[in-house]
């Protein structure tokens, strides 16, 4: 199909500096979890999004000196020759389709605890980082650099610049957002300096002028020099010429580079979740830039709708439309668009799936797309498929995420498929949990699977339709997946931090309950032990009903695994707003239908408070029962022609969606299939 002119603009070639980028799709720099030490997995990941369409695409933080070591937190480096040759991988895989190689040259000063490296971490003024997340504590105080520290610093940029250079990169960055060195050289909270880089912004933005001419020096004019900014905190700041400090900053430092990358400051407002901010929500911070500067400008925003990107360039907020969840979503969004298939992007969800993969030190997952980081070690590629290995036809049983996923996989593949599910719309847990608060979006995992397996023909597709065992035998399907999802137990916590038998008293609900309608009587106490999005959603929901809510959780903080998501912080705020009480660090000990017993998960002190209704969210068991009773019918199946039954998702083994996601897409990649590798390529230096 042709493209629509309408989008034609996004696909014009944008120079930047002495390079030109073919479009102005532009993967910006973003955490993938693929140190050095995975260089094939990280190049065929990078590779992908090229081939996929993407303009410019560039690595995660590159480190430029062992004084900038995140560790255990996964980050890539630029120290010596044979961390060149392992980027060089990428820029080759990146080159060969036409596209731009970008590094993120990084120093992380006070914020990276150096605890691989054992070297103290630098800062401007000796000032810490007071992160209140455990992962990210230090007990280890920045020094305070001299102007030797600060030449030294000079010297690792160039060298690191010319090291990129020669690992075939195009476009070198300068990184002063997000807390990290030269960003503490901005901010006056960070920086209390008396000499020529503290006081006035011309002196606070002096280090990075100093560090964008030593990388223009050490790149010449075979590559562009790049900044990347957060100007949040410094757009709230009145500047003494110009509306802000962003204003000054922007103005001060435009001589010096050949693109601005804007972005927010922290985390959870840069990579913001969809529960809370909308596509584009940069835009009120860094709208200004380009009235500032003539550089280009790229941004980011959860950007997937073509029409929003077009209206970005059209309102003159960005020149290139930065992407870093929509390109892991969709490697393919730019391709999709450029070929008229808009309406085959992925679209991102904005759960930060992704960014929780970095948090736990392991290369990138994704809920929408299973095949991200798996391009190399499985051999998954996002648009490609091994064609079916026979005409054998296929009935899954529940369409759910998983269920949906491998129906997918299976009819690219070329398979018959069919799916069935007893309720009258797919879509499985994501039926009930879009319609809580802030969820909606993430019914993309529905609406783009749906979407394909409507367009197949064949696919046949039977909502309504409660399958029992005698069904299954009576098919026709020598082959059955069995996705029928999982069940909330009523399982308590015990002080020995194991779950309870179930808790099988009256007014104890679960969330499948809330699922089916059910409002309960208040006041209402929400136990969650769970931990993740669930429970607190579920809180917020019964709250915005009229429920008097309280909620407890063992955990130290409310939904306290959404820290992954960059969640957590806006959790509370929601929590609070919605007028919910927060106990942390309780487990419920006993419920009477009149009052709750809530114990102190450390000391084990026990209060009572009035309480109608106990909702656990806790622990989910497989509804695996079809599953069961069907492989002890061994003769059955045999005579029934059924050579395979199947678990999947969470009815094989409950977990978040990007779990239920995967195990659909395995199954379907797998089936009937040689080219496994077991249990998959690992990768090596080279
Ligand atoms: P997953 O996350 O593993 O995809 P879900 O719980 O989201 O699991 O979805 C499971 C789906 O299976 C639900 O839509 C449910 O209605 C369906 N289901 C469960 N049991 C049956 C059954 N016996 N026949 C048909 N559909 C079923
Ligand atoms: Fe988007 Fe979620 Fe995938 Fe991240 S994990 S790219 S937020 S869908």
Known sequence: ?????????????????????????????????????????????????????????????????????????????????????????????????????????????????????????????????????????????????????????????????????????????????????????????????????????????????????????????????????????????????????????????SDWTDLFDVKMDSSPTDCAPSRFAPEGSHEPIVEFVKKVTSKPVVGVGRFTSPDFMVSQIRRGVLDLIGGARPSIADPFLPRKIDEGRENEIRECIGCNICISSWHDGVPVRCTQNPTIGEEWRRGWHPERFEPAASDASVLIVGGGPAGLECAVTLARRGYRVTVADAAAEFGGRLRFETRLPGLATWGRVVDWRLGQLRSRDNVSLYPGSAMGIEDLLASDHPHIVIATGSRWSRMLYASTEFPTEEFLAPDVYTPDDIAAGLIPEGPVLVFDFDNYYLGGAIAEHLARLGCQVDYATTAGSASAWTFMTNELPLVHRALGKAGVRIHLLQRVSGFDGREVEIADVFTGAKRTQPCRSLVVVGVRTPDDALYRQLIERDADLRRAGIHSVTRIGDALAPGAIVHAVHSGHRFAREFESESRPEPYRRDFQV
């Not at 006081?199 to 964008?212: A, D, H, K, S």
């Not at 020099?225 to 430092?253: D, F, Q, W």
């Open 1 to 253: 199909m042709a493209r629509n002119p309408r989008f034609d603009v996004l696909f014009e070639p944008i120079r930047i500096g002495p390079v030109t980028a073919p479009n102005r799709f532009y993967q910006v720099p973003h955490a993938s979890g693929m140190t050095n030490d995975l260089p094939h997995v990280r190049a065929s990941f990078r590779e992908t999004k090229a081939e996929g369409g993407w303009g410019v695409v560039c690595t995660g933080a590159v480190s430029i000196h062992p004084s900038s070591d995140d560790s255990p937190l996964p980050f890539a480096s630029l120290w010596d020759a044979s961390d060149v040759r392992a980027h060089a991988l990428m820029t080759d895989a990146v080159h060969r389709h036409g596209s731009l190689a970008g590094v993120e040259l990084w120093h992380g000063g006070a914020i990276t605890m150096n605890r691989t490296s054992r070297l103290p971490p630098l800062s401007p003024s000796g000032l810490p980082w007071m992160s209140t997340h455990l992962g990210f504590m230090g007990n280890q105080r920045p020094r305070v650099m001299d102007r030797a520290d600060i030449r030294a610093l000079l010297d690792w940029q160039a060298a690191g610049a010319r090291r990129a250079r020669e690992a075939g990169f195009d476009i070198v960055y300068v990184y002063a957002g997000m807390g990290y060195l030269p960003y503490e050289f901005l901010l006056p909270e960070y920086n209390r300096r008396h000499d020529e880089y503290g006081g006035t912004i011309e002196n606070r933005t002096r280090l990075v002028r100093e560090m964008l001419a030593v990388t223009r020096d050490a790149v010449g004019d075979r590559c562009a020099v790049a900044l990347r900014i957060s100007l949040e905190e410094l757009r709230a700041k009145p500047g003494k010429h110009a509306e802000s400090e962003a204003h000054e900053a922007i103005a001060l430092l």
